[in-house]
Each structure stands twice: as C-alpha cells, then as structure tokens.
C-alpha cells in the first residue's frame, strides 16, 4: 500500500513539473542591458582619405513585445540603444591620438527567433533581425547623425525562472546595410553585444 502511494505521489510530481515546463502560446514583455563593443570604423571622406575610429565599450538597453508559440517560433518588435565613448583616430602615415567623444545607436528592429527544446528548464535559441539603425556622433559640442537599414543575429540560452518568466542569456551583432554617412564622411558600424534580460509571457 505504501509502495502505491509513493508511486501515485511520485506520477502527480512529475505531471505537475511537466506541466509547469511545457511551453505556453502567449504575448510576452522583455527588458535587456549589458555590454556593447563597437568595432572599429572605417571613415572615409569623399576625396578618397580613409582612416580608422576605436570604441571604447559602452553599455546597451532595450525592450521587447512579442509573440511566442507552443512550438516553432516567436516573433517581436525591439528598440534598443547602445552608446560607446569613442577612444582613438589614426590615419596611414599618422600617429593615433586620443579623440574625445561617443556614438550613440538607436536600433528598431523585428526579430525573429527559434528556441530548441522548449519543454525544458533551459532552452537555447538562434535569432535574426531586420530594420533601421540610427547612429549619432558627437564630440561634446556637435552632433552629427545618420539612419540606415539594419540587422542583427543573435545565439544565446533561455532559463526558465517560473511558467511565465524567462531569463536570457545572449551574444548579438548588429551591423548596418550600408555606411552611416556624417557630415561628408562615410562611417562603417558594428557592434557585438553580451546581453542579460528577462521576458514576461501573459
């Protein structure tokens, strides 16, 4: 008898934790931060003078609505930003100096993402992302500006905290379509980005 109750109790433990792990169709809210490493730009003017802009690492922000399904993917429409100091200029044939200064990047992006083994506590996931990007330079005193078509990939690994509460962990690069262009200077974008954040599904 008491075998059979250990048995019964031991199938409804496992039902229940089966039914908590299954993933659940719903609309979702997500907050992100962390770290952005922007790449080294290429700069160009229009006369043919080319020379190279370092980054410092800044930081990211960001947020989500989505959709997930019970099984295939989920879909949802970001805004992001990342801003890093600008750390040093240099030129073939020139000495690098120290330049003053950040670039900020303002992302709206639809991103699409596909989680493996959903029904599990921890779930990795492959992602992409289209839309624009909007980059600012500054240098303390000017601001000079430029909007472009952007995208993004993304990999990472999901945690599931509770029935309706996920926490990522995630590594994404953007990039731009094409140069911003500021103030007669075509500058190349991209951006690596270690980023932490949580989704809640209604």
């Avoid at 947020?63 to 970001?78: D, F, Q, S």
């Avoid at 020139?94 to 900020?104: M, Q």
């Avoid at 839309?131 to 000017?142: M, P, Q, R, W, Y």
Wanted: aromatic content about 10%; overall charge negative.
């Amino acid at each position: 008898m008491k075998f059979k109750v250990i048995a019964a109790t031991a199938l409804f433990v496992a039902a229940s934790a089966t039914s908590v792990m299954a993933a659940q169709p719903g609309p979702y809210v997500g907050l992100n931060a962390g770290i952005a490493i922007m790449h080294e730009s290429d700069l160009e003017d229009g006369f043919g003078t080319k020379a190279n802009l370092t980054f410092d690492p800044g930081f990211e922000v960001g947020g989500v609505v989505g959709y997930e399904w019970a099984t295939g993917p989920r879909l949802e429409a970001e805004i992001a930003y990342r801003k890093c100091d600008t750390d040093k200029l240099s030129a073939p044939g020139i000495p690098s100096e120290k330049v003053e200064g950040d670039l900020g990047v303002t992302s709206y992006m639809i991103n699409a993402y596909y989680d493996f083994s959903k029904d599990s506590s921890v779930s990795p996931f492959v992602g992409a992302g289209l839309g624009i990007v909007d980059g600012k330079l500054s240098d303390g005193f000017d601001d000079i500006s430029d909007t472009t078509f952007g995208y993004q990939a993304m990999v990472g690994v999901t945690l599931k905290a509770a029935p309706n509460v996920n926490l990522d962990l995630s590594y994404r690069y953007q990039g731009a379509a094409s140069d911003f262009s500021m103030d007669g200077v075509d500058m190349s974008y991209g951006s690596s980005n270690i980023l932490a954040g949580v989704r809640v599904k209604f």
